[in-house]
């Protein structure tokens, strides 16, 4: 384990070989999100996806809670913006979650407490959540004259829980706990508050011992098919990464290693 880097809003952590842990680093504001927090993620989003070395991202918060989305302490400053002005700060806000969402490897949030408004926002641009007990969502947006239509939550909740489930969770502000969110798919699972971070870390060794190209392929081709339109297309898509595939070093080694019966060692060429 490399020793923890700290940004002004978030610490970065290497627990091991391919592995990064981003953990939100602003608990006493229940980890709510600042123009800082938006340029160091975008930012370290970027650094990391240009590590050849990394398989998984997991995304985390100090303290008691996920994110609680927009520090509403520092909105203020933000209240005497114009239209334009505004558009710029959702803009800014929108690439630091682009960054993340677009990293090329897997990312995992895991959901140590509420995940409100921009928080739900963060964790919907995560491919996998898994989430304690007290992992709890909320669209907080239209309770403070926001819209759901913020940093891709109403992209993501429209395919990831349905259009009437996100209806329901967008007007109404509600909060939806650990137990709901993984009934309607917003947790792939719970799992014990003090194992959170340990589970997230098992989930990222299963992806790190498979072929780095494979899983990155395969991302590309999952948020690849939120955009397509057809099964055709979709279809075209999928064929050209497994060919891309099977001209790397990955699949003969793999195929090698199930003949003789060990594990295979991927370089990800
Ligand atoms: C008037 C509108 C101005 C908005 C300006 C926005 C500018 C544009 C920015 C564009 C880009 C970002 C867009 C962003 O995605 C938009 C949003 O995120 S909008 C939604 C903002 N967030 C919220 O409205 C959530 C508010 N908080 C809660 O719902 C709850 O606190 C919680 C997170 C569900 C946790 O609930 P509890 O566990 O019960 O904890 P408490 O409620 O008791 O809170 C504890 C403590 O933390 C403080 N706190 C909580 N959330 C925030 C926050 N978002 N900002 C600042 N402080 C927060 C809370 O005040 C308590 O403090 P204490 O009283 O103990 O000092």
Known sequence: MTEPTTWETFTLERPEPGIAVVTLNRPERMNSMTNTMFVELEKVALQLDREDD???VILTG???AFCGGFDLDDADGLSSLTALGMLDQQE???RALSAIRNI???VIAAVNGAAAGGGLSLSLAADIRIGSPAARFNAAFVRIGLSAGDLGA???LTRLIGPARAAEFAYTGRLIDAVEAESIGLLNTIVPAESLLDEALAMARLICANSPGGVQLSKRALHANM????YAAALELENRGQALLTRGEDMPEALA???EKRSPKFTGR
């Open 257 to 259: 290693a199930f003949k």
């Open 227 to 230: 955009e397509v339109s057809s």
């Open 104 to 106: 090329r490897v897997p």
């Open 154 to 156: 109403s992209w993501h």
């Open 62 to 64: 100090a303290g008691k």
């Open 92 to 94: 800014l806000a929108a």
């Open 54 to 56: 990394l398989r998984v």
